[in-house]
């Protein structure tokens, strides 16, 4: 595969959890959806980003005050 100088939109297990920064096994207890391109499972790198938007910031209140 060529090196590309930006990130794909979709992108297969294991580019996504190194995306993410987890391993494949986290990557899929994360039950993120997919989406289906020629019979190909891929994580939408948008879904990825708002997954990480998403999380707790240390040292910062979570919304439901635990």
Do not use: C
């Not at 989406?35 to 998403?54: P, Q």
Request: net charge neutral; glycine share 8%; hydrophobic share 40%.
């Amino acid at each position: 595969m060529p090196s590309l100088s930006f990130t794909p939109r979709l992108l297969p297990a294991p580019q996504a959890a190194h995306y993410l920064g987890v391993s494949e096994s986290k990557l899929r207890e994360l039950k993120l959806p997919r989406k289906v391109l020629d019979g190909k499972r891929l994580y939408d790198r948008i879904d990825l980003d708002a997954y990480a938007d998403g999380l707790a910031i240390e040292g910062e209140p979570i919304a439901n005050g635990w």
